[in-house]
């Protein structure tokens, strides 16, 4: 059984799910094991980083521009190379340990859906695996 969750992803930016994988992890009823966190788009990815200072994620978006940019010579018709790049360096999912019915992430971390070809409707999956 895995849980499947939709996100509004008006603009190019980094969502925080980090409540969501909390919440799943809690419905799941796992106590200790693995959480994946899993989106099935390939201009949209999933990172964990700092949840402090919401200037770290717009840097980070600043530097994935800056990494990244479109390309005269890009051929893909939809015109969008530049996210399906960025989607790639970030990835498309995190897995996180669980133990006693929590992630464990550090401090300053939280885990993001990374929208990099806005607006768009989008989906992710959580999956909790039970293991000691
Ligand atoms: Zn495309």
């Given amino acids: 059984m895995f849980f499947e969750y939709h996100i509004s992803a008006p603009r190019a930016d980094f969502y925080d799910i980090t409540s969501k994988v909390r919440e799943t992890i809690a419905k799941s009823g796992i106590t200790d094991g693995i959480a994946v966190v899993y989106c099935p788009h390939t201009t949209a990815g999933i990172t964990i980083n700092e949840n402090a200072d919401p200037d770290v994620v717009r840097d980070l978006l600043i530097g994935l521009d800056k990494a990244f940019p479109d390309r005269a010579e890009f051929r893909h018709a939809e015109g969008n ?50 293991g000691e």
């Fill in 81 to 130: 190379s530049s996210a399906h790049l960025k989607t790639s360096a970030v990835g498309s999912s995190a897995t996180i340990i669980v133990n006693g019915s929590k992630p464990v992430l550090g401090t300053w971390q939280g885990v993001y859906f990374c929208e990099f070809d806005p607006p768009r409707e989008r989906t992710f999956f959580v999956k909790v695996v039970r």
